[in-house]
């Protein structure tokens, strides 16, 4: 089956600096997420992004948060200045279509640890 | 506010033993409800989706339910084996509007040899 790839794995950075997550969605998918799971929390959604543009976001993302498909393939998240509370397991995923009855693939996820 | 609570939070039980998850659920109008299996440090897998109109349907091992009029929804899991050790999320989508689904928190289950 095809796979949401996502680099790095783990991530460690110091506060305040600007880190960038990579995915890789599938190949025929439209429609791109971020989510993001604290550690012993449920998924929380991020920001949507479709047609090049953010279609939905939460509340949690902020003006430290950005997203870009910057070629045809990869879909990046930027958090511009981190905070310690922004240390969470990052996941992409993609979909076919935007339908509600679309199955979403996640990637594994890049576990971003702020010191 | 769409809401997914989900029990027991956690649940241990040995190789072989059966298991059901329990989802609540106050998301409206409706869409359909997916039952994601997430293995430690991985992203959350489906591994059934459960729309309006259908009250139960199984994959492999698993078994699905839904009620629509209670807003409840269950996850059964026959013959446990070893590697259904992880967490179950139920989501939960609407319809129109948003296409955004609502998470719930998971159960953690660990099976026992």
């Known amino acids: 089956e095809p796979e949401v790839t996502q680099t790095p794995s783990h991530q460690v950075t110091q506060m305040g600096q600007e880190v960038i997550l990579r995915c890789v969605p599938i190949?025929?998918?439209?429609?791109f997420y971020w989510y993001r799971q604290i550690l012993g929390q449920k998924v929380e959604f991020l920001v949507s992004f479709y047609n090049n543009e953010i279609s939905e976001k939460s509340e949690i993302f902020d003006d430290q948060f950005s997203v870009e498909r910057p070629d045809g393939s990869n879909f990046t998240l930027k958090i511009r200045s981190t905070k310690l509370e922004d240390s969470a397991m990052y996941f992409c995923a993609s979909r076919r279509q935007g339908g509600s009855n679309e199955k979403l693939f996640f990637g594994s996820g890049t576990q971003l640890s702020v010191l | 506010k769409n809401q997914v609570e989900q029990s027991p939070q956690s649940l241990i039980i040995l190789e072989g033993k059966n298991c059901t998850l329990q989802c609540n659920y106050t998301v409206s109008p409706f869409s359909n409800l997916r039952w994601y299996k997430q293995d430690t440090g991985r992203g959350p897998v489906s591994l059934t989706i459960m729309t309006f109109s259908e009250n139960t349907k199984s994959n492999g091992r698993y078994t699905a339910t839904l009620d629509a009029d209670t807003k409840q929804s269950s996850l059964h899991i026959t013959a446990s084996q070893l590697s259904d050790s992880a967490s179950y999320i139920c989501v939960v989508s609407a319809s129109g509007g948003s296409y955004i689904p609502t998470f719930g928190r998971g159960t953690s289950l660990i099976v026992h040899p």
């Open positions: 190949s025929n998918h439209l429609y």
